[in-house]
């Protein structure tokens, strides 16, 4: 099936500016999941991602409404009776753009400088998402597909999909599948394609501490209130120590551990200090002292500030003595870490170190255990094939930091591993002003999902 | 001339709703000196208090325009050559509303609910001053008065006075007094006539901890970057010990030690730890446990967070690493401290503090020196037994831990001692959500300065 795979290759190379042209589109819908003023934009892109799948002539396109923002599916069938099937996942939804006024040009009007295209979600991940629509595209343009494919794509990524997993309960015949082929994990640099086969999971919480009943003048009643923002910053203080590690009780009790022989491969992964350095602009490197940064990033477990408030923060000098405190917070897990425990590990410790000065609130937004995958599998195989045919060398393994509950999901109720992969590099700025999609990449992204597509022919059924 | 006083305190019985008309048509203009926006505001009520002067048929009203908001004066003259000059101080600006969901009834549109009228100034200070207009007023319409008065009005009180040390420096013969008066320290209890004869000066301060240079996505780079946020936390957390004592270096060293006098007089003050608790609603008291609260609140230093921001606050859960954080702190000073070197003490706290993995930036905001004065002036006496006549009992004499920079310049600039007191309560809200007046005692007030000022007739010349 060469003649189709060059045939495929061809058209994705001569139909470059069309794909782009319609990503520009795609990024011009503000479609942020945390924030419920943007539902209509929800909405907007999902029957935008409809649209594009029906004119494929994909079958038994729906975007299925969710006790959230709704789910895209489509499926194409290939004629060949043993073919492989499966389920390609992604998600439109994006992170708020905020704070705007870093952003050099519009969050939601795509632009290009260099070789980058700039706008919120062009990474993370609206790209990846068209990569692998367009990969389809220019199979489908050679002729009849070689396994069968399913898509779903999601809306609540960023808010840590809330609804995904009672749609996939109540779809498990409609999304059976071999496996899940999940581009969302990019890659570790521009010439290191990247498979995926662990990735921690989150707990995030919302804490709040509150002291006297309202705000107080500073000056009369300075000395004899524990000031909540003051108790905030002690209990977030009191949650690491010296050497790095979390201080809730239990924390690191079933985090499984790093043996020698993972230890020495991660330790392959071209990511030391320097790297960590320059992509994060910060002055020195923190973190567990007995751990390397890929490990620190990838197979520890760690807790941070996402967010804090209290009291006046606007122009000039208010002297108030704030009634409360707030803090986001959130854990990144590892296998065998439970969200759950977690929690109960948070409020614990809550418990035990909050003065009776203060009273707290711990509020649990969101949690998904953390995921490790088989790196024999078909489907990685027919993964690492395709991103050594375009980028001439093996790709690397590793762990990564972020969080994908979906493949949590996928595995629990679908019984499916996940391929992770992804065409998105460490400095595109996700979740920050200035997202960027780097274009060669992920031009040489849609070829490897050609490849992936064709390498998975006559593949043997799980 | 208990004629003319008998008959100046029926005027001001018979006025009394006229005056409450006047009030109320003050408190409606947002005269927010810490909001750039309202710099009409300012102006207008500045004017609006001009009006009331000029009405008085005082001398010289003048709108003196400063480097930030106006200031308004206006005198009068007593035909008796020998007579005393008194300067009597308000501010017009008041505190900002915020948060505006927790006011029961617009802050800017006076309401009387029971006893008390709830607006923003109400108490803090557009009440005290009216009530010294009014006192004037009701004293002018039974003659002439037996001392000469002038008024300043300042509009910046509430940002620290930035402009007023210039104002008072280049009008020193205009402000030439024997004493000033000061209605902004208030009283302890609706039965408690209150003289303050100390205030707490204060230093305040932004300060902001940086981090990578961006913000980050916490999954991929959370482990290996100290969290701003956090690191924030852990400084704010250090400055103060177990013991609730500043940890700053040298805080303490210049701090005037209060002798068993004193401590003696403050401990008869009917504020003890129940008063404390009923007025913050806090859980529990907090603080140096060496020192009552009342000598806590008055007779020692503290500091402060007003404020604190960092990452991302709004609904949901974003997954982000904050680049930076960043905090508002004050410190109340007392004698003999400085508030430069207060400055340089947080200075050398966050050099000392800091870790290599983030950065630092101190920012001087406001500062003032605290005060202290003398119990046995001719004001002060005046003063007492005014209090004495009305509320048939002697005043307390207490220590104020809120500041009025303006009693230091007065002291440095003009070398006179203030008369501080005022008819504000602990429970009047000020600078919180539903700040009022106590209707009342603001009449008593009222009567309290007609005495005040008749008591000073034949008063020795300092």
Same mark, same amino acid.
């Given at each position: 099936?060469?003649?189709?795979?060059?045939?495929?290759?061809?058209?994705?190379?001569?139909?470059?500016?069309k794909?782009?042209?319609?990503?520009?589109?795609?990024?011009?819908?503000?479609?942020?999941?945390?924030?419920?003023?943007?539902?209509?934009?929800?909405?907007?892109a999902?029957?935008?991602?409809?649209?594009?799948?029906?004119?494929?002539?994909?079958?038994?396109?729906?975007?299925?409404?969710?006790?959230? +923002?709704?789910?895209? /599916? %489509?499926?194409?069938?290939?004629?060949d009776?043993? =073919? #492989?099937?499966? !389920?390609?996942? *992604?998600?439109?939804d994006?992170?708020?753009?905020?704070?705007?006024?870093?952003?050099?040009?519009?969050?939601?009007?795509?632009?290009?400088?260099?070789?980058?295209?700039?706008?919120r979600?062009?990474?993370?991940?609206?790209?990846?998402?068209?990569?692998?629509?367009?990969?389809?595209?220019?199979?489908?343009?050679?002729?009849?597909?070689?396994?069968?494919?399913?898509?779903?794509?999601?809306?609540?990524?960023?808010?840590?999909?809330?609804?995904?997993?009672?749609?996939?309960?109540?779809?498990?015949?409609?999304?059976?599948?071999?496996?899940?082929?999940?581009?969302?994990?990019?890659?570790?640099?521009?010439?290191?394609?990247?498979?995926?086969?662990?990735?921690?999971?989150?707990?995030?919480?919302?804490?709040?501490?509150?002291?006297?009943?309202?705000?107080? +003048?500073?000056?009369? /009643? %300075?000395?004899?209130?524990?000031?909540?923002?003051? =108790? #905030?910053?002690? !209990?977030?203080? *009191?949650m690491?120590?010296?050497?790095?590690?979390?201080?809730?009780?239990?924390?690191?009790?079933?985090?499984?551990?790093?043996?020698?022989?993972?230890?020495?491969?991660?330790?392959?992964?071209?990511?030391?200090?320097?790297?960590?350095?320059?992509?994060?602009?910060?002055?020195?490197l923190?973190?567990?002292?007995?751990?390397?940064?890929?490990?620190?990033?990838?197979?520890?477990?760690?807790?941070?500030?996402?967010?804090?408030?209290?009291?006046?923060?606007?122009?000039g000098?208010?002297?108030?003595?704030?009634?409360?405190?707030?803090?986001?917070?959130?854990t990144?897990?590892?296998?065998?870490?439970?969200?759950?425990?977690?929690?109960?590990?948070?409020?614990?410790?809550?418990?035990?170190?909050?003065?009776?000065?203060?009273?707290?609130?711990?509020?649990?937004?969101?949690?998904?255990?953390?995921?490790?995958?088989?790196?024999?599998?078909?489907?990685?195989?027919a993964?690492?094939d395709?991103?050594?045919?375009?980028?001439?060398?093996?790709?690397?393994?590793?762990?990564?930091?972020?969080?994908?509950?979906?493949?949590?999901?996928?595995k629990?109720?679908?019984?499916?591993?996940?391929?992770?992969?992804?065409?998105?590099?460490?400095?595109?700025?996700?979740?920050?002003?200035?997202?960027?999609?780097?274009?060669?990449?992920?031009?040489?992204?849609?070829?490897?999902?050609?490849?992936?597509?064709?390498?998975?022919?006559?593949?043997?059924?799980?």
């Amino acid at each position: 099936m060469s003649g189709l795979r060059n045939s495929a290759l061809k058209f994705a190379e001569g139909n470059n500016a069309k794909f782009l042209g319609e990503l520009e589109e795609f990024l011009t819908i503000p479609s942020i999941s945390t924030d419920p003023e943007h539902k209509a934009d929800l909405e907007q892109a999902a029957k935008w991602v409809a649209t594009q799948l029906d004119r494929l002539g994909l079958d038994r396109v729906h975007v299925f409404p969710t006790g959230g +923002h709704p789910v895209v /599916y %489509g499926e194409i069938k290939s004629p060949d009776q043993g =073919a #492989l099937t499966v !389920l390609v996942y *992604g998600h439109y939804d994006v992170q708020p753009a905020e704070p705007l006024e870093l952003w050099k040009t519009d969050a939601f009007e795509a632009n290009i400088r260099g070789e980058n295209l700039f706008a919120r979600g062009a990474s993370d991940m609206k790209g990846q998402v068209m990569a692998s629509i367009k990969a389809l595209e220019s199979v489908l343009s050679a002729g009849k597909p070689p396994i069968n494919l399913k898509f779903l794509i999601e809306g609540e990524e960023e808010i840590g999909s809330p609804n995904l997993a009672e749609f996939i309960r109540n779809n498990k015949q409609l999304l059976r599948a071999d496996f899940a082929l999940n581009p969302d994990t990019g890659m570790i640099g521009v010439d290191h394609p990247t498979i995926t086969y662990a990735l921690r999971g989150l707990a995030y919480f919302e804490v709040r501490v509150d002291g006297p009943d309202h705000d107080l +003048h500073s000056g009369i /009643y %300075g000395g004899v209130v524990h000031n909540p923002a003051q =108790a #905030l910053c002690e !209990l977030i203080a *009191g949650m690491h120590d010296e050497q790095g590690r979390v201080t809730l009780p239990g924390f690191y009790d079933s985090v499984r551990t790093i043996d020698p022989d993972e230890r020495s491969q991660l330790g392959r992964l071209p990511m030391g200090e320097d790297f960590y350095l320059a992509q994060t602009g910060t002055s020195a490197l923190w973190g567990e002292k007995d751990f390397s940064p890929v490990e620190r990033t990838g197979a520890r477990p760690t807790l941070e500030v996402n967010g804090m408030y209290s009291g006046f923060i606007g122009e000039g000098s208010k002297t108030v003595l704030p009634a409360w405190a707030m803090a986001k917070i959130s854990t990144r897990l590892v296998p065998d870490q439970d969200p759950d425990e977690v929690h109960q590990q948070l409020v614990q410790y809550f418990s035990e170190h909050t003065p009776d000065t203060v009273r707290y609130t711990v509020k649990k937004m969101v949690g998904s255990p953390a995921s490790i995958s088989d790196r024999k599998s078909v489907g990685v195989q027919a993964m690492q094939d395709a991103m050594e045919r375009v980028w001439n060398k093996k790709p690397l393994f590793r762990r990564e930091g972020g969080s994908v509950p979906v493949v949590v999901l996928f595995k629990d109720i679908l019984d499916i591993d996940s391929v992770n992969c992804g065409f998105s590099l460490p400095d595109d700025n996700a979740h920050s002003p200035n997202e960027k999609l780097h274009l060669p990449t992920w031009k040489r992204g849609i070829d490897t999902l050609i490849h992936f597509i064709y390498n998975l022919e006559n593949g043997s059924k799980v």
